[in-house]
T-cell receptor, first 113, second 113 residues
Framework: GEDVEQSLFLSVREGDSSVINCTYTDSSSTYLYWYKQEPGAGLQLLTYIFSNMDMKQDQRLTVLLNKKDKHLSLRIADTQTGDSAIYFCAESHDGGSQGNLIFGKGTKLSVKP | GAGVSQSPSNKVTEKGKDVELRCDPISGHTALYWYRQSLGQGLEFLIYFQGNSAPDKSGLPSDRFSAERTGGSVSTLTIQRTQQEDSAVYLC???????????FGEGSRLTVL
């Protein structure tokens, strides 16, 4: 079955780069997403990448996709304390029963001043 | 409305009681999702609606859980005979189609004593 795996915790110092990694099993994924959840709030779409792309950059965010290894990463440059949140990787594909979207368990990013 | 609205935001109930959680999706969104987020457990898919029908209910953890959606809009998640392990944040999301951005509500925090 489909599965999305992420490490649960990441701690970085303010100003450093953060890299959050994700692996998935479904090679038919069409879109891959990164969602951000701040404390006490719902999830918010951060960025996404289409499966035929290798990289997408949006300001401080860089998404890298290695489709051969089914590996997705999110790099946050110059990490700030406001980036502290839980980051969820998700994949979508045709024919899935979960509304075509499967989430990982989330990586909690802690940014130390 | 401007966003996905969930009510109640907080619910404390006694073990064995029934609870109803409500979700008002963004107007015009045809897809609606329920997820459960337990402490340390990540995001657990419960059920997905396309219009008023639910293609797959297998994410519901037991037969005490049920959900319906009427008029292609509001959805209600009902938990009967609540147990302490049902304590979690129940998140609702909606989207215009199953394969684009999900917009999440802020969740309903359920505490079963």
């Amino acid at each position: 079955g489909e599965d999305v795996e992420q490490s649960l915790f990441l701690s970085v110092r303010e100003g450093d780069s953060s890299v959050i990694n994700c692996t998935y099993t479904d090679s038919s994924s069409t879109y891959l997403y990164w969602y951000k959840q701040e404390p006490g709030a719902g999830l918010q779409l951060l960025t996404y990448i289409f499966s035929n792309m290798d990289m997408k950059q949006d300001q401080r965010l860089t998404v890298l996709l290695n489709k051969k290894d089914k590996h997705l990463s999110l790099r946050i440059a110059d990490t700030q304390t406001g980036d502290s949140a839980i980051y969820f990787c998700a994949e979508s594909h045709d024919g899935g029963s979960q509304g075509n979207l499967i989430f990982g368990k989330g990586t909690k990013l802690s940014v130390k001043p | 409305g401007a966003g996905v609205s969930q009510s109640p935001s907080n619910k404390v109930t006694e073990k064995g009681k029934d609870v109803e959680l409500r979700c008002d999706p963004i107007s015009g969104h045809t897809a609606l999702y329920w997820y459960r987020q337990s402490l340390g457990q990540g995001l657990e898919f419960l059920i997905y609606f396309q219009g008023n029908s639910a293609p797959d209910k297998s994410g519901l953890p037991s037969d005490r859980f049920s959900a319906e959606r009427t008029g292609g809009s509001v959805s209600t998640l009902t938990i009967q005979r609540t147990q302490q392990e049902d304590s979690a944040v129940y998140l609702c999301a909606s989207s215009s189609t199953p394969q684009v951005e999900l917009f999440f509500g802020e969740g309903s925090r359920l505490t079963v004593l």
